[in-house]
């Protein structure tokens, strides 16, 4: 398994807080002007912390949100039409940790013909040790990288994400699709191709450095998309982002051990920043002018920068993309398996 930025949580957690000091480049650029009237988002892990928030502010903003989670079903949904007065908000059950609960709810997508304009692929956990998925691979992988693999292969295959190259449609309006990261993929070693997908034991300290290496991964996988979904230079078929929301006080660290759950929980609590205010980012990139056509971008925070240069590695893309697709395969969830499972 690769090796990740930092050795401990403490370590990571310090390292948060100096990012809450810096200028913001592009938060004025939020205003309130900026509406989502007559678009359809899609967000995951959205039952609480970061998603919860922003499936509020979409749905304040005047979207139909769509709220793909493993738990809090109905309240949470119930909790977003309250604070947003918006009543077209609804709750998609799904534990990503299980991809063929990813394929069920791209199913539903799908045969509902739902258009999506935005989605938020928002789902993480920071586990303390490693546990099996469904399939039998390990579940932090599975939850923070592959399951978004697989997700947006069939959105963009079934043309729930419309796009001329997987599903040869029509040009259109611009959908958006923003993978929420962290700025700890920075300094990761990079991918061990040799241990890709390998089920492996790790404890706390462990799952630290997963978090960052899984982080540098997803972030590669980004741009690999990005490069496959708008090969012509300077057409944009479909618009893929990516931002760090900096150090944020959400539930992350439900699993935690206990005393270094309270620890963190209480640095969370008294210096990291609210959800909501975290979210204010990932709205500006869902509903901004200013990201209309773009692809590729990286967002910390409010400020543009660049990924660690080994995300941009056109040959680690494509390497990425053929492992990923073979370790799908290798479990039975890839497209093919599951078009002869339901045919």
């Known amino acids: 398994m690769g ?3 930092f050795d401990n ?3 990571a957690a310090l390292t948060g807080l100096k990012d809450l000091f810096g200028r913001q480049a592009l938060a004025e650029r939020l205003t309130d002007d900026l509406r989502l009237e007559g678009r359809t988002c899609l967000v995951t892990g959205a ?3 970061l998603g919860l928030a922003v499936a509020t502010q979409l749905a304040q903003r005047g979207a139909r949100v769509l709220m793909a989670c493993r738990s809090g079903i109905p309240e949470r949904g119930e909790q977003v039409k309250a604070a947003s007065g918006n009543g077209a908000v609804e709750m998609l059950q799904v534990d990503l940790s299980d991809l063929e609960q990813v394929h069920r709810l791209a199913d539903t997508l799908r045969d509902r013909g739902e258009r999506l304009d ?21 579940a932090m992988f599975v939850t923070n990288y592959l399951a978004k693999f697989l997700l947006l292969q069939r959105l963009l295959h079934d043309g729930t994400l419309r796009n001329q190259a997987f599903a040869g449609q029509e040009a259109g309006a611009i959908a958006r699709v923003i993978v929420i990261s962290s700025d700890s993929h920075q300094g990761a070693a990079a991918i061990d191709w040799e241990d890709f997908g390998r089920y492996r034991e790790f404890g706390v300290n462990g799952a630290i450095h997963n978090y960052s290496y899984f982080k540098l991964i997803l972030n590669t996988w980004a741009t690999e998309l990005s490069r496959r979904v708008n090969p012509s230079v300077g057409a944009v078929d479909v618009s893929i982002n990516v931002m760090c929301p900096g150090p944020v006080d959400t539930n992350i660290v439900r699993d935690a051990p206990v005393l270094l759950r309270g620890f963190l929980r209480g640095v969370f609590k008294v210096f990291f920043r609210s959800p909501e205010v975290a979210a204010r980012p990932v709205i500006l990139m869902a509903a901004s002018p200013d990201f209309e056509g773009s692809t590729n971008r990286y967002l910390h925070m409010f400020n543009p920068k660049r990924m660690d240069e080994k995300c941009y590695d056109g040959a680690a893309g494509a390497e990425l993309w053929r492992r990923s697709e073979a370790l799908v395969a290798s479990v039975g969830c890839d497209l093919a398996s599951r078009e002869r499972k339901v045919g």
């Open 47 to 49: 039952s609480s912390g």
């Open 118 to 138: 935005v989605v938020v692929e928002n789902a993480g956990v920071a586990a303390p040790r490693a546990r099996r998925s469904a399939q039998g691979l390990e």
């Open 3 to 5: 090796r990740g930025r």
């Open 9 to 11: 949580p403490v370590e």
